[in-house]
């Protein structure tokens, strides 16, 4: 079983549009949560931190969900910039620090 | 500016030989880590090292090598050894403490076996 899974899309979507991705993990003692954006052939950028109550920046919105161990990060108001892949990656915070990828879900937001 | 550093952007490298990846951070952080992207698929975990002189493997580690004799050095040695080199790699750092963990990125070095 992998430790982050997101749904692959692609989801194609017009411009102006609500879109929302959902990732769950599977280590229920996870202790930090992101959510990335990588362009093609870019490295991956951080695009906001994930907290328990949930945070929101600008047009994006993040939620966690421990109990039920999904993240969720919501982008109202789609612009065509906004088409990239979003990764969901998790820390674990134990020893050793690791960090678990998502294999992203990719966007295109259509004129 | 603080950041992350990787060269070469580009290599291009025959079947047999070895190629070495720099990474250099001026972060201060403690964690670096070294990562394989291969087209379509998520990022993969070669290395990493939480302190200077010690470090991991992480899930394919098999053909690569690395060293960290200092805070701010991190290179990955690709070895004749890997049998499929050619992908997009990526280095990056963190603080080392969960709290602030968020995981800082490198430009990365995309490597071509011809």
């Known amino acids: 079983r992998k430790e982050v899974e997101q749904d692959p899309g692609p989801f194609n979507v017009p411009e102006g549009a609500t879109v929302a991705f959902n990732c769950t993990y599977s280590?229920?003692?996870?202790?930090?949560f992101f959510w990335y954006r990588q362009d093609c052939r870019k490295e991956p950028k951080l695009l906001m931190s994930?907290?328990?109550s949930g945070n929101e920046d600008g047009r994006f919105t993040a939620q966690l969900n421990r109990a039920s161990q999904y993240i969720s990060l919501l982008i109202r108001d789609s612009k065509l910039s906004d088409s990239a892949t979003y990764l969901c990656?998790?820390?674990?915070?134990?020893?050793?620090?690791?960090?678990?990828f998502g294999t992203g879900t990719s966007l295109t937001v259509i004129p | 500016d603080g950041g992350i550093t990787q060269s070469p952007k580009y290599l291009f490298r025959k079947e047999g030989q070895n190629v070495t990846l720099s990474c250099e951070q001026n972060?201060?952080?403690?964690?670096m880590y070294w990562y394989r992207q291969d087209p379509g698929q998520g990022l993969r975990l070669i290395y990493y090292?939480?302190?200077?002189?010690?470090?991991q493997k992480g899930d394919i580690a098999e053909g690569y090598s690395v060293s960290r004799e200092k805070k701010e050095s991190f290179p990955l040695t690709v070895t004749s050894a890997q049998k499929n080199p050619t992908a997009f790699y990526l280095c990056?750092?963190?603080?080392?403490?969960?709290?602030?963990?968020?995981?800082?990125f490198g430009e990365g070095s995309r490597l071509t076996v011809l």
């Open positions: 280590n229920s003692a996870s202790q930090s």
């Open positions: 972060l201060n952080h403690d964690a």
């Open positions: 090292s939480q302190i200077v002189n010690d470090f």
């Open positions: 990056a750092s963190s603080p080392g403490t969960p709290e602030a963990g968020e995981l800082f």
């Open positions: 994930v907290y328990s």
């Open positions: 990656v998790v820390n674990e915070g134990h020893t050793g620090n690791q960090f678990y």
